[in-house]
């Protein structure tokens, strides 16, 4: 019989710590640890990922594939059925960059992985094209929420704009910083320092020292 692997579970207690506990196939170990719990503690650090991240984007994806799902299945069934889709991948295509600019060579695409109920009660559900038609439509929705922004920056002449044809052979718009936008670029590089110098003094390190 072969031995299972170690499963790690973090469990709050009394203490305001963590728990490590590894669950084995034939004991079990307790070890206390060190770490407050957050609400225990003065600060906090922690990652935001914007709108554009492909982490946000694929959970996104991901989310919206559940929903769709769900409610095809509300409408068919009366019931949400199973389904595990949880898992997916934005794989990176390929660039050449230039200054001032770049084009893809190799397309971003992406993988969708998980498990949904297809056919109950003599009927079948179209899964493929529902997981394929939710991840289009909320890049649609995402394209709005990202490409705003590039226009706010072109119409306060941060940046400059025009079409071209690329070595491809494909109209394309490419864009250019203006000397108004390296001033504000300047501008928030300060402000940015400034920042990261205040925060380095909590936690007792220097922006230069994470170069």
């Not at 935001?48 to 694929?58: A, M, N, T, W, Y």
């Not at 995402?142 to 941060?158: C, V």
């Not at 928030?188 to 390190?205: D, K, N």
Request: hydrophobic fraction near 35%; charged fraction near 30%.
């Amino acid at each position: 019989m072969g031995q299972s692997l170690p499963v790690l579970i973090l469990l709050p207690t009394n203490k305001n710590i963590l728990c490590y506990r590894f669950v084995m196939a034939r004991n079990i170990i307790v070890e206390e640890g060190k770490y407050l719990e957050v609400k225990g503690r003065d600060l906090e650090l922690v990652e935001r990922k914007g709108v554009g991240h492909p982490d946000s984007l694929i959970d996104g994806i991901m989310e919206e594939i559940s929903q769709k799902l769900s409610k095809r299945y509300l409408e068919e069934f009366g019931k949400i059925l199973h389904h595990n889709v949880d898992k997916g991948l934005i794989c990176g295509g390929g660039t050449t960059v230039e200054f001032g600019g770049g084009e893809f060579t190799k397309p971003i695409y992406i993988l969708l992985s998980g498990r949904a109920t297809d056919k109950a009660e003599g009927k079948s559900i179209p899964v493929h094209d529902i997981a394929r038609k939710a991840s289009e439509d909320y890049l649609k929705i995402e394209d709005a929420a990202i490409y705003p922004a590039l226009h706010r920056l072109h119409r306060k002449g941060l940046l400059k704009g025009e079409w071209r044809i690329s070595d491809k052979k494909r109209r394309a718009k490419f864009y250019e910083i203006t000397p108004a936008g390296l001033k504000e670029l300047s501008r928030a590089l300060e402000e940015w320092t400034a920042h990261t110098r205040a925060m380095g003094q909590v936690l007792e390190i220097q922006p230069e020292d994470l170069r």
